[in-house]
T-cell receptor, first 111, second 116 residues
Framework: GQQVMQIPQYQHVQEGEDFTTYCNSS?????IQWYKQRPGGHPVFLIQ?????EVKKQKRLTFQFGEAKKNSSLHITATQTTDVGTYFC???????????FGKGTLLTVNP | ETGVTQTPRHLVMGMTNKKSLKCEQH?????MYWYKQSAKKPLELMFV???????ENNSVPSRFSPECPNSSHLFLHLHTLQPEDSALYLC???????????????FGPGTRLTVT
């Protein structure tokens, strides 16, 4: 079945440093979504990427979808303490139209 | 405020108990989902309902029984659970009528379940 791998599992940074999490799928995706879950909270939708090579920005967050539509990344510039949480990618595609979530990357930020 | 509510927020139950989790969405969506979130595991999709019809049962044990009386309400009935079923159970909804994940999902706050 479709698998979505996400690395790293954990990332600790100093406030102001950059952060990147990567998502890789075993199959070609029709789209990929990113979610953020604050500690003790629930996943909240951030963005969806659909096109090959697509790049979208939300303030300090940059999302990319690979040319082959099998990988994606989320980059945060100059992290802040408010960025703390787990970032999940979720992909849909292949013969299985389920939305498959990665394990997530837990980001902690030292002020 | 996500527009998706879940009750109870916390639940402790014994292995012989029967309990139900409730989810309600106020967003006018057509699809509703149950997910299980355990420590160090990905979000696991359990059930999907579109227009009140179950379209996905992701090999979930029969001790979990979903019910969707209308597009706004979703229940998860629990009976004879095991300690390994302890987890955060999340409900979500999305606008689409056909399941496919083309739209974003809106999650409720979850029910933290502990099975003793």
């Amino acid at each position: 079945g479709q698998q979505v791998m996400q690395i790293p599992q954990y990332q600790h940074v100093q406030e102001g440093e950059d952060f990147t999490t990567y998502c890789n799928s075993s199959t070609t995706l029709s789209n990929i979504q990113w979610y953020k879950q604050r500690p003790g909270g629930h996943p909240v939708f951030l963005i969806q990427l659909v096109k090959s090579g697509e790049v979208k920005k939300q303030k300090r967050l940059t999302f990319q979808f690979g040319e082959a539509k099998k990988n994606s990344s989320l980059h945060i510039t100059a992290t802040q303490t408010t960025d703390v949480g787990t970032y999940f990618c979720a992909g849909r595609g292949g013969s299985n139209y389920k939305l498959t979530f990665g394990k997530g990357t837990l980001l902690t930020v030292n002020p | 405020e996500t527009g998706v509510t879940q009750t109870p927020r916390h639940l402790v139950m014994g292995m012989t108990n029967k309990k139900s989790l409730k989810c309600e969405q106020h967003l006018g969506h057509n699809a509703m989902y149950w997910y299980k979130q355990s420590a160090k595991k990905p979000l696991e999709l359990m059930f999907v309902y579109n227009f009140k019809e179950q379209t996905e049962n992701n090999s979930v044990p029969s001790r979990f029984s979903p019910e969707c009386p209308n597009s706004s309400h979703l229940f998860l009935h629990l009976h004879t659970l095991q300690p390994e079923d302890s987890a955060l159970y999340l409900c979500a909804s999305s606008p689409e009528g056909t399941y496919g994940g083309a739209y974003e999902q809106y999650f409720g706050p979850g029910t933290r379940l502990t099975v003793t």
